[in-house]
C-alpha cells in the first residue's frame, strides 16, 4: 500500500508514520501544496497513494483545500468512486462545519485527534484498508 | 588492626568524626631527597587530641579528612542553596530518607557518614526484623540492606518487603550492602527481590551513583503526583519503541518554544487568522502527550480568535505557556529518565 501523510507537525507526523509503517510506504508533507505536488505525481507516474492522511489546518494550502483539488484532479482523469485514493481527515477540528464540509468534498473518513494506533487502525481496516490488526 | 584502635563520634545533624591510632616503627631513613621526612613514620591520626601525651614517641598529626567532607547537616543545607540544581537530596523539597540496616556500629557510622553528606536523612536500623518496622512507620525513599544480619538476613528481609508490597503497590529500591560481592550473591540478590548490590568497603561515589540511579527514576513519579501530561497512549501507539518516544520527546521540547513564539507574535500583531492556525497546531501537538490541560487552554485561543475576540487572548496566552512550561518540564524529566 502506498500512503501520503500530509501534517504540518512533526510530533503527529512522525507518529503516523510509525504507525502506518508495518502496512505500507509512507511519504510525508507538511502542508497542502507539497501534498497535492506528491498526490500527483504519483498519479501521473501510475503509482497512485491508496491512503491519504490529510490534516486540516496547514500552513500555505489547507486540508480542506487539498481535498478539493484531489477530487477535482481524479474527475477530471475520470477516476471516481472506488477507483479513487482513500482519504482520511486527521485532525483535532471536531466542529459541525469541518466535518460535514469534508464529507461534502468526499473524504472516506474523519479521524479526530489524538492519533491513537487501536482507533487509527479500526478506521483502516473499515475502509477495508488492512485485513487484521 | 596494626596493632591499633579505631573510635568515632557522632552528633545526630551535625555529622560524625573517625579516629584511628596506628602505630609504626621509626623508619631507617629519615632524610629523602635532603628533605625532612619525620611525619611519616609515626602517624596517628586523632583531630590532634589523643595521643599529645605521648609525643615524645609519636609525632601525632592530625588528620581531619572525614570532618571536612562530612559537613553537617546546616552546613549541607547552607551548601545546597548555592548549587540548587545539583541538589540531590530533596523530593519537592522533602528530605530523602534512606533505611540503613547494618548490624556493625563501625560500618553503620561509615555509612551514615557517607549518606548524611550528602544531605540524606539516615534512619539506621541493626536488623532485618527492624526495617519491616521502620517501614511502617515512616516514608522510606531507598533501603541499603546488609545481607549479613542477626535475626533476619538480607535475603529474608527484602523477600519479606516485597511480600508486603504486593498490597500495597509500591516498590521502593532495595540495594544489597554485601561483604564479598560473589556471582551467587549477586543473583540471590535479585531473586529475593532487591534492585542492586553494592560490596562493602562501600565506595563513596558508588554509593551516591547508585542511590542517584534509584531517586531519579523515582524523582519523575513523585514530583509529578498530577503529570501534565501522559504517556501512554503514544507509548501503545509506539508499541514501546523507546528511542522513537525518545526522538519525539526531544523534537518536542525543541519545537514547542519555537510555536509558543510564533503564537505570541501574533497574537501581539493581532492576528486572528495565524493565531488560530498557530493555536491549533500546538494544540494537535500537544494531544499527542494527553495535555489536557495545556490542550484547552490553546482551544481556548483558537476559539477566541476564531470569533476575533483577540483582546482577552493575552491572558489565557500566559496561562497556556506556564502550563506548556509545565508539559516541557514533565517530558524532560521523562526523557532523562529513560536514557
Known amino acids: 500500500m502506498r500512503i501520503l501523510i500530509v501534517e504540518d507537525d512533526f510530533v503527529s507526523s512522525k507518529l503516523l508514520q510509525t504507525i502506518l509503517f508495518p502496512y505500507g510506504i509512507c511519504d510525508v508533507a507538511d502542508n497542502g501544496y507539497e501534498g497535492l505536488e506528491l498526490f500527483r505525481k504519483a498519479v501521473k507516474e501510475e503509482e497512485p497513494y491508496d491512503l491519504i492522511c490529510l490534516d486540516i489546518m496547514m500552513p500555505e494550502m489547507d486540508g480542506q483545500q487539498m481535498l478539493k483539488e484531489i477530487r477535482g484532479f481524479e474527475e477530471i482523469r475520470g477516476i471516481t468512486g472506488m477507483d479513487g485514493v482513500k482519504i482520511i481527515m486527521v485532525t483535532a477540528l471536531d466542529d459541525f462545519e469541518n466535518i460535514s464540509r469534508a464529507f461534502r468534498e468526499q473524504c472516506e473518513a474523519y479521524y479526530i485527534k489524538p492519533i491513537d494506533k487501536d482507533r487509527l487502525l479500526e478506521t483502516l481496516k473499515k475502509l477495508n484498508l488492512i485485513q487484521d490488526i | ?339
Not at chain 2, 147 to 159: K, S
Not at chain 2, 290 to 317: G, N, Y
Open chain 2, 1 to 339: 588492626m596494626m596493632g591499633g584502635s579505631i573510635w568515632l563520634e557522632s552528633k545526630k545533624g551535625e555529622g560524625s568524626t573517625f579516629y584511628f591510632e596506628v602505630a609504626f616503627k621509626r623508619g631507617n631513613r629519615s632524610r629523602k631527597h635532603g628533605k625532612e621526612n619525620v611525619e611519616t613514620d609515626v602517624q596517628s591520626v586523632s583531630h590532634g587530641t589523643a595521643c599529645e601525651e605521648e609525643g615524645k614517641n609519636y609525632n601525632v598529626l592530625g588528620i581531619d579528612i572525614l570532618r571536612t567532607k562530612t559537613v553537617g547537616r546546616k552546613e549541607a543545607d547552607k551548601r545546597k542553596k548555592d548549587e540548587k540544581n545539583q541538589d540531590v537530596s530533596r523530593i519537592n523539597g522533602e528530605h530523602i530518607k534512606i533505611l540503613l540496616a547494618e548490624d556493625n556500629p563501625v560500618n553503620q557510622e561509615y555509612s551514615k557518614v557517607l549518606l548524611e553528606r550528602r544531605g540524606y536523612e539516615v534512619v539506621a536500623v541493626e536488623n532485618g526484623r527492624e526495617v519491616l518496622k521502620k517501614l511502617e512507620e515512616q516514608r522510606i525513599d531507598l533501603i541499603l540492606l546488609d545481607i549479613q544480619m542477626p535475626e533476619m538476613d538480607g535475603f529474608q528481609t527484602a523477600t519479606a518487603i516485597r511480600e508486603v508490597e504486593k498490597k500495597t503497590g509500591r516498590h521502593i529500591p532495595i540495594v544489597a550492602v554485601t561483604s564479598h560481592a560473589m556471582k551467587d550473591d549477586r543473583q540471590k540478590c535479585i531473586d529475593a527481590g532487591m534492585d542492586d548490590y553494592i560490596s562493602k568497603p562501600m565506595e563513596a561515589n558508588k554509593l551516591y551513583s547508585i542511590i542517584g540511579k534509584f531517586l531519579k527514576e523515582n524523582m519523575v513519579e513523585e514530583k509529578w503526583l498530577t503529570p501534565p501530561a501522559s504517556l501512554k497512549r503514544i507509548e501503545h501507539s509506539l508499541e514501546g519503541n523507546r528511542d522513537i518516544l525518545e526522538g519525539l520527546l526531544s523534537q518536542f521540547i525543541k519545537v514547542i518554544p519555537e510555536y509558543m513564539m510564533q503564537l505570541e507574535g501574533w497574537i501581539k500583531s493581532r492576528n486572528a487568522d495565524e493565531t488560530e492556525k498557530m493555536a491549533h497546531k500546538i494544540r494537535g501537538t500537544l494531544s499527542n502527550f494527553d495535555a489536557e490541560t495545556a490542550s484547552s487552554l490553546a482551544f481556548q485561543i483558537e476559539s477566541m480568535a476564531r470569533q476575533t475576540k483577540m483582546e482577552a487572548v493575552e491572558e489565557v496566552f500566559a496561562q497556556l505557556e506556564e502550563e506548556v512550561g509545565r508539559v516541557k518540564e514533565y517530558l524532560s524529566d521523562v526523557l532523562r529518565k529513560s536514557s
